[in-house]
């Protein structure tokens, strides 16, 4: 709701911070370009009840969230390459706490997403291409659990 004391100014989404803690210590290198994924589906089942011909009961399931997904321009040397490439290589998942957090004019969260238990199921690099000046960018892509959200 708008608030006139606030002035004109409403949430931008390009505002924003990611925390990533794995056993309590968190990441250095948390300066991503893009943040995606943050949905959520409930599906349904239909159940037909004897008798009744006008409709099918809708049942809600559990439910399904998608991938996180981060991007940023490449780091080397990243803690956050480290964690995914131990994951990738070796098989050995340590699950990760993520704080992302839409920032006011201020830098002040107005709205915080607590991902649980996010590990890392893709990691990809953009392409190389030498007829332009694009950065290199990675791309890592987390299954989680669930996710809590929180209005500030």
Request: charge should be negative; aromatic fraction near 14%.
């Amino acid at each position: 709701m708008f608030d006139p004391s606030l002035g004109s100014s409403l949430p931008v989404g390009f505002h924003f911070s990611v925390m990533i803690t794995v056993r309590g210590i968190p990441f250095p290198d948390i300066h991503f370009q893009e943040v995606s994924g943050l949905n959520v589906d409930i599906t349904t089942t239909e159940l037909k009840e004897g008798g009744e011909n006008r409709f099918k009961h809708q049942l809600p399931e559990i439910p399904k969230y998608n991938n996180l997904i981060l991007k940023r321009g490449l780091i080397t040397g990243s803690a956050l390459f480290k964690w995914c490439q131990k994951a990738i290589t070796t098989f050995d998942f340590d699950p990760a706490f993520i704080i992302i957090s839409l920032l006011n004019s201020q830098h002040l969260p107005l709205v915080t997403w607590n991902v649980i238990d996010a590990f890392p199921v893709r990691w990809q690099t953009s392409n190389f291409n030498a007829e332009t000046n694009d950065l290199a960018i990675e791309t890592i892509e987390m299954a989680y659990k669930y996710y809590n959200v929180y209005r500030m």
